[in-house]
Each structure stands twice: as C-alpha cells, then as structure tokens.
C-alpha cells in the first residue's frame, strides 16, 4: 500500500488549494480526481469558462452599440461562436494546466480515478479501466464539491435542455432561451446568450431574483435586466417540458397553483441551483455523517463524526463558492499540522459576473432588520462618478450598512462595471472591524470607479461631495 500523510478526494478550489498548503507546510499529500484535468467544476465547467465567454460578449456587445460613441467606427460586428468558444477552452486548458505544474512543483502525488473511503485511513482508487489502487493515509478530505440540482419531472439531456455545462457548449446562439432560476448562474449565463443575441425569459419560483441578496439591489437589478431585454416570469413554477421539432414546449404556472402558460424555447437552462457530491464515494459505509441535503456534517475544524475525515467546500453547509473552498482547504492544511487555521464567514464576498456587476459583502438590510439591529445607509450612484461617466459605466450604486451606535461597518452592496474588484477594499476594511469613517477619511485615486465607493461611505453621515 502506498502511504500518505493527508489524502485529497476532489481537485477543484478546496481540494487543490488544500493539497498545496499541506505540501507547503511538509505532509506528504496525494490527490485524487475523477476528471482527466484538475480544477473541478469551477476550472472545467463553471466559474472559468463562464467568465471567459461573460467577457467575450460584453466585447461583442460594446463594438455593437458603444464604439460609435466613443468615435470608434467599426464595421458591424460579426459573430464567430467558434473562434469564441476556442478562447474559452483556451482559458481552461491554461488554468488546468497551471495546477498540474503546481501539483509537480510541490511534490503531490496524483491520481485519476473515482476515490473511495473504505475505512479511515484507508482511501481506493477506482481507475476508468477498473483497475484499484489501495492508499493509506492519517487524513482524509473530502471536496468532491457539487453538481446540477435536477429539477423535478426535466430530463435535462444536454441538447436541448440543458444544464450550466451544456449552456456553456452551445453551438449556435438560440433565438429563444428560457432559463429556470433567477440566481446567479443563470442570470449570468443568460447575459451571455443574450448579448450574442437570445430572447431571454427567466423563471424563478420566488418574487424577486437573486435570493439573499439585498432586496434594494435585486429590485434595481431586475429594472436593469429589463432595459437590456430580459424578460421575467416571477413567481412561477415550471410544471413540465415537450420536446418539438423545433425546440421545447415549457409548461408554467403561478407558484401557488393557476392557469397554465407555455413558453416556447429553442433552448431551455436549468439553473435552480447545486447540490452536494457525496454519492459513491463509501461516506455512508465508513460510517461519516450526512445531513438532510446530503452534505457531510462537520465540527468547526471541518472533521466529521470519523477520526481522521475531514470534509470542506460544497459537500459542507454554507455558500458554494470557490473562495469559500479554497479558504477552507487552506485552513484545514494549517488545523492538521496544529497551527490555528480561521476562515471569518462573515465577510465572504460574492459576485455576480454579469455587466453590471453585484458584488456584495456582509449583511443586507433585511437581515439587520431580522436581527433588530440598527443601522444606517450610505449610498452613491455611479452617475456622479466622473470615471464612470468616461467609460460609459455609469449605470448602479454603491450602498453601505453600518451600525448606527459604533458605526462598524455591516455590510456593503455595488451594483456596477468592475464592483467585483472594488469590494475587496469593504472586505478588508471590515475584516479589521472599520468603521465607515475609516473608509471616508482614506484617500482614494482620482478619477476612479472607486471614488463611489469612498463617497458611500461618507453618505452615511450624509457628507458626500458630489451628490
């Protein structure tokens, strides 16, 4: 048997992160990965490509209507989805690659196959060829991370209706697209397929979109959908598909039961959400502990109810996102080896790639309410921002929460061009427990998209300059 000191089951964020910090700090570490390439879901079929493909169109988009005015004059623009969608693939095979070296670099064993727990401290290898490898080790993680949740009564067949996966393989641009789910992979790949020329209509169960986001930036995110041509099908139920020979037949209802209408689509993406990898993988038999949505249950410092299982990313309760994992991975690395590794859920940024971009951090109003907690509001529009106006990005805001007694800052909101990287400033400040003063008094470059940021920041106190 082939010895190790820690064990990784899943090479996307968590579980390749994880694996280089442990090497880092001298554990003698394997990998295994069911895929032939690393990355998981995220450097294969989902965050990578995706924002390949998000930037890709908005090019497409902005020599379409924005060139001409900036005194750019361009022929019409031509779409050529192959070229396209060789640049993605392009894009993923480079970051894949990248772990490969990075594996070499710091002397990580990897293998390809199906892994399984069969006892702890004991992990096989269950190769395409049906071949096994027995491996022994002290630890085990677990970070097979999550797939498409299927929607109940949909054959999603890859062809016609289609998951993220199949979503991000189309091969012509669909005249109609029917995307079910209002959250943030499907809002962003139904950008994609529209700026490239889709009808769009989403469908989401509840009344808003964007589900535990801030009520006020979902209610002025949908008006911005609108204006770039989505349509919406809000508090509606999918109760069935038909396949034509033209497309898909989309039966909905009202969420509450009701007259039906059909919808008809050439593609249709199912996006309601990920679940939990856990299946196969001998966790029930070892004797691990899964909840009821099938993720592992852990303690604090990601062990399971079995010494020596380790769980972290998807498969465990909270946000699935890729920074999520990898803050987890390195913690756990650094837990193993009896340093104090901490990841601070409350201040977790997420973003929504689409143009505008969201990104948040922090509370919203209504979980301030929730919790009785007062609080005030600062907020800035990006129409008063010069840099902004130049490049024709002046549509969104910037909205801070802070508490009304200490003035620590709570939570912060950016709809905009670029909010993804601005956040990160709101993420810091708050990991130091800063107030929005703090944020106010600090210089900030002039003129840049970020100056709205700081000007939020004083809107609490009502100072801000410009508006």
Not at 75 to 87: F, S
Not at 94 to 112: E, H, R
Not at 142 to 167: F, Q, Y
Not at 396 to 417: P, Q, R
Request: glycine share 12%; net charge negative; aromatic share 4%.
């Amino acid at each position: 048997m082939l010895d190790f000191d820690v064990i990784v089951i899943g090479t996307g964020p968590g579980g390749y992160v994880g694996a280089i910090r442990a090497a880092q700090l001298g554990l003698k570490v394997a990998v295994i990965e069911k895929r032939p390439s690393h990355g998981g879901t995220c450097l294969n079929v989902g965050c990578i490509p995706s924002k390949a493909l998000l930037h890709a169109s908005e090019m497409f988009e902005e020599a379409e209507h924005n060139f001409s005015k900036l005194g750019i004059d361009v022929n019409t623009p031509q779409l050529n989805l192959t070229n396209m969608m060789g640049h993605k693939q392009s894009v993923i095979d480079g970051n894949t690659a990248g772990i490969d070296y990075l594996f070499k670099k710091n002397k990580i064993t990897s293998y390809t196959g199906l892994g399984k727990v069969v006892a702890a401290g004991k992990v096989s290898v269950i190769a395409e060829d049906g071949s096994v490898t027995e491996l022994t080790t002290k630890n085990i993680i677990i970070a097979t991370g999550s797939e498409v949740m299927p929607l109940p009564g949909v054959n999603i067949d890859e062809d016609k209706i289609v998951s993220s996966t199949g979503a991000l393989e189309l091969k012509q641009v669909p005249k109609k697209l029917v995307v079910v789910g209002a959250g943030v992979i499907g809002l962003e790949l139904g950008s994609v397929w529209s700026r490239l020329g889709a009808e769009v209509t989403v469908v989401e169960y509840l009344d808003r979109i964007l589900p535990g986001m801030d009520g006020e930036v979902a209610k002025n995110f949908t008006r911005m959908l609108k204006k770039q041509g989505f349509k919406f099908k809000l508090g509606k139920k999918v109760i069935g598909t038909e396949i034509t020979q033209t497309g898909v037949n989309v039966s909905i209802e009202p969420a509450k039961g009701g007259d039906v209408e059909t919808l008809e689509a050439d593609i249709v993406l199912v996006a309601i959400g990920r679940r939990a990898y856990t299946e196969g993988l001998g966790l029930s038999e070892a004797g691990v502990k899964l909840d009821d949505r099938g993720r592992v249950e852990i303690d604090a410092h990601y062990r399971t109810n079995v010494e020596g299982i380790y769980a972290i990313g998807d498969v465990v309760v909270g946000p699935m996102l890729a920074h999520k994992a990898e803050e987890e991975g390195v913690a756990l690395a650094e837990i193993l080896v009896g340093q104090a590794g901490h990841v601070n859920y409350d201040i977790i940024p997420g973003v929504v790639y689409t143009m505008p971009e969201i990104a948040t951090v922090g509370k919203t109003e209504e979980q301030c309410k929730a919790e009785g907690i007062e609080y005030n509001v600062g907020k800035f529009n990006f129409s008063a921002n010069g840099r902004a106006k130049a490049m024709l990005k002046s549509e969104g805001f910037v909205k801070f929460i802070a508490d009304k007694k200490t003035d620590k800052v709570l939570g912060c909101h950016i709809v905009g061009a670029s909010a993804g990287e601005m956040i990160h400033e709101v993420v810091i400040l708050m990991e130091f427990g800063g107030s929005s003063e703090d944020l106010a008094r600090s210089c900030h470059a002039h003129p840049t998209m970020s100056e709205a940021v700081k000007e939020a920041a004083m809107a609490i106190e009502n100072r801000q300059i410009h508006a």
